[in-house]
């Protein structure tokens, strides 16, 4: 994504995970994950590592979802050469520091494929310098896994990108789920806000365009607000000014974790009754920073519903994936996985799954080839799949409504 009011990249603002993350694993600068040096039947991978490169925020704006991506990675790829690895083969895992900056990502990948002769690339986490690190990739023919989520721009533009893919779920999948939720509620009036993140300014605009063919009305507020919100009393008012203009029997603040419980509490504070509706950066444990009880009944939607996948239907198809990570991370780190951790493994799980696809790692055309094909990879974000034609967006649904209540996200359903 190139427009500067971006920000700092998809959802940058888990600050309060930051502490945690980085007691785990934040340190600055270049990290090499070794490979293992010995060898049982089925257990730890030997033979020549596979060099993977990974760029993440470990420093600046996106320092704390970009820690706990690395956290995610790492554990992922030292399961992976715990159990075989790739055809015996571990990975060795790369880590550069991109400084929440597009120059310094710029300068890390190329270190990394210049100096490091690295083979295969995930990342970056900051979204908006997503398109150049594909465009570095292709350039140099190495096969890379991105995040996402994909803007509306990328949509149009469409490039033929034949060396990557990204994972996650864009504006468009978000807002068909927003009216999922809309539709099971019954509700025909909602009242719209969105912070300055560009994933919530687009499925904004997306919902809008859905509305008139829906049935429901949306009244999208011109303001706007950060991720951090030290005074949010003039959002309040603004907000509590639609209220009782335009009579909503639905509010939808699209909105980070941390800004997102000081605007719940403070419209309840103000006397708002009716239902409280967050964005999946909502599901995230930084949303109770304020103590439960600021959020208590705020209903959040979650992209693959790993905020609680215990709680997920028995049928969901990646249910038992996700609660297995879910306790094998917990177990190794001492706290439970949150959305970034998912993505930084996920990284790994969609790369492994075009390898094993090829034949083993040797041959990066084939898999190349493999992971512009993947069909409905399990992955802790859903079902990952990918054409030629379609790279930008492996998972095109599965997103959970959840519904804060006692501290806990309880679930309600399944959306997309």
């Avoid at 509305?211 to 507020?221: I, K, M, N, Q, S």
């Avoid at 999946?280 to 109770?288: G, Y």
Wanted: glycine residues 10%; contains cysteine; charged residues 20%.
């Amino acid at each position: 994504m190139k427009k500067k009011w971006m920000l700092v990249g998809l959802l940058a603002v888990v600050l309060a995970i930051a502490l945690v993350a980085v007691a785990c694993g934040g340190e600055e600068g270049t990290e090499t994950t070794a490979a293992p040096t010995e060898t049982t039947a089925g257990g730890p991978a030997t033979g020549e590592p596979i060099k993977v490169g990974m760029v993440t925020s470990l420093t600046g704006p996106s320092a704390a979802p970009g820690v706990s991506i690395q956290n995610g990675a790492k554990y992922q790829v030292q399961y992976i050469n715990e159990t075989g690895g790739i055809n015996g083969r571990p990975i060795e895992l790369l880590i550069e520091d991109d400084k929440s900056e597009v120059t310094s990502m710029t300068a890390a990948m190329t270190k990394l494929i210049e100096e490091d002769g690295i083979e295969y690339f995930v990342g970056p986490f900051i979204q908006y310098g997503q398109e150049a690190a594909r465009q570095i990739c292709e350039d140099a023919q190495i096969p890379m896994v991105g995040a996402g989520p994909v803007s509306l721009d990328q949509l149009a533009a469409d490039t033929p990108y034949e060396w990557s893919v990204m994972m996650s779920a864009g504006p468009v999948t978000q807002a068909d789920a927003v009216v999922e939720v809309i539709k099971a509620h019954g509700y025909t009036n909602v009242l719209g806000i969105a912070d300055t993140l560009s994933i919530h300014a687009e499925t904004m605009i997306k919902l809008a365009e859905l509305a008139p063919t829906e049935g429901f009305t949306l009244t999208v507020l011109p303001d706007t607000f950060g991720l951090t919100l030290p005074d949010p009393q003039a959002i309040l008012n603004k907000i509590m000014e639609g209220v009782n203009d335009v009579q909503p029997d639905m509010v939808l603040t699209l909105s980070n974790p941390l800004a997102q419980p000081a605007i719940y509490e403070g419209l309840r504070t103000l006397g708002l009754t009716v239902p409280v509706h967050g964005s999946p950066a909502a599901a995230h444990p930084a949303v109770m920073s304020r103590g439960p009880q600021a959020v208590e009944g705020l209903y959040v939607m979650d992209s693959g519903g790993m905020v609680n996948p215990q709680a997920l239907p028995d049928d969901w198809a990646t249910k038992a994936f996700q609660v297995d990570f879910y306790d094998r991370y917990n177990a190794h780190y001492g706290f439970a996985p949150d959305f970034f951790a998912a993505v930084g493994a996920d990284y790994f799980v969609v790369l492994e799954a075009a390898m094993e696809e090829a034949g083993g790692a040797d041959d990066k055309e084939a898999v190349r080839e493999a992971l512009l094909n993947l069909t409905d990879v399990v992955t802790l974000e859903g079902l990952q799949s990918y054409t030629p034609d379609r790279t930008y967006e492996g998972v095109t649904g599965f997103l959970v409504e959840y519904q804060i209540k006692n501290g806990v996200f309880e679930f309600v359903r399944t959306l997309n």
